[in-house]
């Protein structure tokens, strides 16, 4: 049997977490909209004012998966949740119990910091994380439309501040 380690990101594992984000962006289909780069990622992951946190997965000792993530807050419960933005095992590593060691990582460490809920999106083609996360328990929150402003819209709209 396989031994799964997991630990917190270092600076020198960016180049690991850019190839990780890599993959899954290939996976989702979505490799062109990758323009992330080692300098922005070390500083918004270890600079002064650090954005998010990555656990790396490891079987055997090899890293082949990672959890990126962040607070948020609920204004409805007064409390602060982790929201998991992406969470990559490699083909290799899958049935593995990886996928559900970091997020069984990831819930303790919302419980530990006292959130009030760990939440994330999973794109609507993708039965075998949709059947994963059901597993799980995990529920999806079909009454609420996700939305998003970037590029030329978000900087449009900014314009318009005080």
Not at 144 to 151: E, P
């Amino acid at each position: 049997m396989s031994r799964i380690q997991l630990r917190p990101a270092q600076r020198d594992d960016i180049p690991l977490i850019l190839g990780l984000i890599r993959e899954l962006a290939e996976y989702e289909k979505l490799s062109e909209h990758v323009v992330a780069d080692a300098a922005q990622m070390a500083e918004h992951l270890f600079g002064s004012r650090p954005f998010a946190e990555v656990l790396i997965g490891e079987l055997d000792g090899e890293p082949v998966g990672f959890a990126l993530f962040f607070h948020n807050y609920s204004t409805f419960l007064g409390k602060p949740g982790i929201y998991l933005e992406d969470l990559y095992v490699r083909s290799s590593a899958r049935g593995t119990g990886l996928g559900k060691a970091l997020l069984a990582e990831l819930a303790h460490l919302a419980v530990s910091r006292g959130c009030g809920r760990l939440e994330w999106a999973v794109l609507d083609w993708n039965e075998p994380a949709l059947g994963f996360y059901h597993s799980l328990g995990a529920r999806p929150q079909d009454d609420w439309t996700g939305y998003r402003l970037s590029g030329a819209a978000l900087s449009e709209l900014a314009q318009h501040a005080g």
